[in-house]
């Protein structure tokens, strides 16, 4: 059964949810919400789908229907073998690697949507923290291959992402961290990641709403 993934035409929320279908191969669809038919999903789609506090992205696989982006993500590693351990302890882990990234979007995507007044000043110091970040992530792929060790899961596709709108705002960020930019290489060099990423499909500077200070896209 196709599964169906409904968001706006930026990588935002869902870039990462991509990726994990792209690497697996899973068939899916897209259904993207724009400023011709966005009071598809504010009128009709929001209230008529039966979604659980229905935001975007979701997704719909037969009468399963699921929000939020992280949760989206988890069912697809879950389903299709790339998240969740043999034990508890080994999913919680996951867990928390997960988290640990989405801490990292989140204080990206706050730079992006701050005051705009502001944005500058804020760049220079949010890259100044974001480099002892980077240093602690280089010491981590010292010696693992991907972010969980020698098994890639669904973890990986996120960070991936959240590297890349990085070195999307300033070109070159990764390259003080050897680690980093050969797992950032790794994860762009697997054979499914490659062909997404030289489709026609993959917009790389469509990463926000146009209201941002960075990598707007102006059909919203």
């Known amino acids: ?22 690497y697996l191969e899973v068939p899916y669809e897209r259904k993207t919400y724009t400023a011709e038919n966005m009071n598809e999903w504010y009128k009709e789609d929001k209230y008529n789908l039966g979604l659980h506090f229905a935001n975007l992205p979701y997704l719909v696989e037969g009468d399963f229907k699921l929000v939020q982006s992280l949760a989206i993500l988890k069912y697809v590693g879950r389903k299709y073998g790339i ?79 959240t590297l890349d709108v990085h070195d999307c705002m300033v070109p070159g960020i990764l390259e003080e961290y050897p680690n980093v930019t050969r797992y950032k290489n790794e994860v762009q060099k697997i054979p499914q990641i490659d062909r997404y990423l030289k489709s026609e499909v993959y917009r790389r500077f469509n990463i926000n709403a146009p209201w941002a200070n960075f990598g707007c896209y102006a059909g919203l």
């Open 1 to 22: 059964m196709t599964i169906l993934i409904a968001y706006w035409p930026i990588r935002g929320l869902c870039e990462y949810v991509y990726l994990a279908l792209e």
């Open 83 to 161: 998240f969740g351990g043999d034990s508890i302890e080994e999913t919680a882990h996951q867990e928390a690697l997960i988290e640990h990234v989405n801490d990292l979007r989140s204080r990206f995507s706050n730079l992006c949507y701050c005051d705009r007044d502001l944005f500058e000043a804020k760049k220079v110091k949010y890259f100044e923290e974001f480099g002892e970040e980077l240093k602690k992530l280089d010491d981590w792929f010292q010696e693992r291959k991907w972010m969980n060790g020698d098994k890639i899961f669904v973890g990986d596709f996120f960070l991936w992402h």
